[in-house]
């Protein structure tokens, strides 16, 4: 049981850096850039940032999963 | 077009991508997958062997559901992890490669218009690139330039010709002389030159030189060697000028008196000449009743020439000189088709592209390549185009000129 806890905190940490993480990426929307090729640039930096938010979002759903594995456990 | 952007922040976007990626790639491997998948395999064990006194069998039916949503989570994560690092990966590369483009362009921007021969002297891709991008545009800007009158040869203009007296010549002794001969005709507007050769056994061959650009007014003139003669050959690989060409050779061959269809005969040109002499030995009514062997060009764009197995061609590239480069395709090296491609020393204007596409410095090209003092590609053949008409002792020459003029189909009074 300790050790499901255990791993669901360090899902929960990981989480929490990717989705600083993927912050950091929405940021690199701020280069200004008119000219070819800028066409899609912003619009494919937000998506990158969004998709790797919805990895930090099941990352946490983990974390959950395996506190509530724990729970189930320590009730039994 | 406007542009805006610095290249050093394109990088700095890369980077921040690719952090991005090993960050995510290493909290995955931080959140001990494996581990997980183990311990909840072990839960679910411990679950499966729950007996009625333990919780009954709903607890470890919960249980087991949640030691599958767990192993499933972790599976996917996996995938998406992996996906997610490519895709960034992915975008990284190529905001990298926009920030070299760019930083190649602001080189050439700070190099200033003096510069700009310079600039593309050492960076004779851009043209390519250039090309790439501005020739699927090239067609609606020269629609509009169409619907101001400029670079089009309207239906109601036809091309005259106008025979100078014939004349004897000397036999081009190699590439070189052919070269020149391009250029020296480039020198006359309007001029064409058709050479009769007539070999010591009686036989002919008859050698076509076609002028390059002389007029670069964007309005079609009276001389058919201008830009609208480029503009029409890029677009349609048909221009008056070859048309007239085509004329001069009926005229030339005509006067001969004799049968001319098995004579070889090699259409040749510079620049906008080279394109013409590809023209023709393109087009089926050209070719008709003739035995077209060759064609020679010299910093021409070659690029979209549908040439006939029969004919071979020779084309010089100097690797400096953006203009061969305008048709945003390779060299072309085809079985019949050798392109040299060369890089000799700065000539007397210096490290310019526009001295780079000088007819003058073709044609010293054409002699260093002779000589073996400028260095090709090494396993270029090209002395079977030129054979007929070059280097046998005692052929005449006799030079028959032409001066074609672009002119009104009804000339008003």
């Known amino acids: 049981m300790n050790e499901l806890l255990h791993l669901a905190h360090g899902w929960q940490q990981c989480a929490d850096d990717v989705r600083s993480r993927a912050h950091l990426v929405r940021s690199a929307r701020a280069v200004t850039w008119e000219g070819p090729g800028a066409t899609n640039y912003h619009s494919v930096v937000e998506d990158r940032s969004n998709a790797m938010t919805a990895i930090a979002d099941r990352m946490d759903a983990l974390a959950g999963r395996l506190r509530g594995l724990a729970a189930l456990e320590r009730g039994a | ?413």
């Open chain 2, 1 to 413: 077009m406007k542009t805006r952007v610095a290249p050093e922040d394109l990088a700095g976007a890369a980077v921040l991508l690719d952090r991005g990626a090993s960050a995510m790639e290493d909290a995955f491997a931080r959140g001990r997958p494996a581990t997980t998948t183990a311990v909840t395999a072990a839960a679910g064990v411990r679950a499966a062997a729950l007996g009625p006194l333990d919780g009954g069998f709903e607890t470890a039916y919960r249980r087991g559901q949640a030691v599958a949503a767990i192993e499933r989570d972790v599976a996917v994560l996996a995938g998406m992890v992996a996906a997610e690092s490519l895709a960034l990966h992915g975008v990284g590369t190529s905001l990298r490669q926009a920030a070299r483009v760019y930083a190649a362009v602001e080189d050439g921007v700070r190099a200033g218009l003096s510069g700009l021969d310079r600039f593309l002297y050492d960076h004779p891709e851009v043209a390519e690139w250039g090309a790439r991008g501005i020739l699927p545009v090239a067609g609606p800007l020269v629609g509009l330039a169409d619907g101001w009158g400029f670079l089009n040869e309207r239906t109601d203009r036809v091309v005259a010709l106008k025979p100078l007296a014939a004349r004897e010549g000397r036999a081009p002794a190699g590439l070189a002389d052919l070269v020149a001969e391009d250029v020296e005709v480039s020198k006359t507007p309007g001029l064409v030159r058709v050479t009769e050769l007539i070999r010591p056994d009686g036989s002919r061959a008859w050698l076509v030189s076609i002028s390059g650009t002389q007029d670069w007014g964007l309005a079609p003139g009276s001389d058919p060697f201008d830009a609208t003669a480029d503009a029409n050959v890029i677009r349609q690989h048909s221009a008056a000028a070859a048309i007239g060409v085509n004329l001069a050779l009926l005229d030339a061959q005509g006067r001969a008196g004799v049968d001319t269809s098995a004579d070889p005969v090699l259409t040749s040109g510079h620049s906008l000449g080279g394109m013409v002499a590809l023209t023709l030995a393109s087009e089926p009514g050209f070719r008709h009743g003739r035995t077209i062997t060759g064609a020679l060009t010299s910093g021409s764009p070659t690029g979209g020439f549908d040439i006939p197995d029969s004919t071979r061609v020779v084309s010089l590239e100097k690797l400096r000189d953006p203009v061969p480069r305008l048709d945003g395709t390779p060299a072309r090296q085809e079985p019949n088709w050798r392109t040299i491609v060369a890089d000799p020393a700065p000539g007397p204007g210096g490290r310019s592209a526009v001295a780079e596409h000088d007819g003058a410095g073709y044609a010293a090209l054409a002699r260093g390549l002779e000589s073996g003092a400028v260095p090709s590609s090494t396993d270029v053949d090209w002395h079977a185009t030129i054979e007929p008409f070059v280097g046998q002792p005692g052929t005449r020459a006799i030079v028959h000129d032409y001066v074609l003029t672009r002119e009104w189909q009804n000339p008003r009074s």
